[in-house]
């Protein structure tokens, strides 16, 4: 069956770094758009960054752009998103989620993985 776990979640300081990784079995990972959305604690999901089937292209949030990459190898079926220069703000639990086409309506995404929490605190 369709898996998408993800791994690399933790408790950082302001202005660190972590990466995520999403493992991805059960479909044909490079057909498919990746995605990361997060939930903050007591918010609503919020769309976060996308890459194309081949990986040449990515999409961001304004809230991350500058400060956050995303990524795959499709050898590995595997999605990433490593993440710099962490702000408080970025505390959430990180879910990856793949659709057929590119879409930020995150609400339309048809696998997504049981999410990596992300706490940034001194």
């Known amino acids: 069956q369709v898996q998408l776990v993800e791994s690399g979640g933790g408790l950082v300081q302001p202005g660190g770094s972590l990466r995520l990784s999403c493992a991805a079995s059960g479909f044909t990972f490079s057909n498919y758009w990746m995605y990361w959305v997060r939930q903050a604690p007591g918010k609503g999901r919020e769309w976060v960054s996308g890459?194309?089937?081949?990986?040449?292209?990515?999409y961001y949030a304004d809230s991350v752009k500058g400060r956050f990459t995303i990524s795959r190898d499709n050898a590995k079926n595997t999605l990433y998103l490593q993440m710099n220069s962490l702000k408080s703000e970025d505390t959430a639990v990180y879910y990856c989620?793949?659709?057929?086409?590119?879409?930020?309506?995150?609400?339309?995404?048809?696998?997504w993985g049981q999410g990596t929490r992300v706490t940034v605190s001194s």
């Open positions: 890459i194309n089937t081949g990986g040449a292209y990515t």
């Open positions: 989620a793949s659709n057929s086409r590119y879409t930020e309506a995150y609400q339309k995404y048809n696998y």
